[in-house]
């Protein structure tokens, strides 16, 4: 139980990386790492479904996450969206590098490199999934 505690305050000190403050709530911290689950992006329902917040919550979440949040002020920069081609009524949710970044290193304390080491992480960009037309969940 120590070492998973010890990994879990990690990831802590690793998200506040891009949290000086150290206000990202947890709701905020879970939409992001449901996003970087979703090899293809995902949908703001995707993520209202997985997380189970309200439609608001979601989108709040995700705006703070996003380079500027609901209320035009800075974000994390850690996610962008698209409007889905197919249905443009949805948004699709992407990690940017700087996300791709952040959860890379989480990933790696979870294989054991406790030096921050970043894991790649498998995931196309808002620019390839137009291009190469995937669906995202």
Do not use: W
């Amino acid at each position: 139980p120590m070492k998973e505690l010890e990994i879990l305050n990690r990831i802590f000190r690793i998200i506040r990386e891009v949290d000086e403050a150290g206000v990202m709530p947890m709701q905020v911290a879970h939409c992001l790492f449901i996003v970087a689950g979703a090899k293809h992006g995902c949908t703001q329902q995707y993520i209202q479904q997985e997380v189970g917040l309200s439609q608001s919550s979601v989108n709040r979440a995700v705006q703070a996450l996003s380079a500027r949040n609901h209320r035009k002020e800075p974000g994390y920069g850690l996610v962008e969206q698209i409007e889905d081609p197919m249905d443009t009524r949805k948004k699709v949710v992407f990690l940017t590098p700087k996300g791709k970044e952040l959860v890379g290193k989480v990933l790696g304390l979870q294989q054991g490199h406790f030096d921050s080491r970043v894991v790649p992480i498998d995931a196309v960009s808002a620019k390839e999934f137009v291009q190469k037309g995937y669906t995202a969940k």
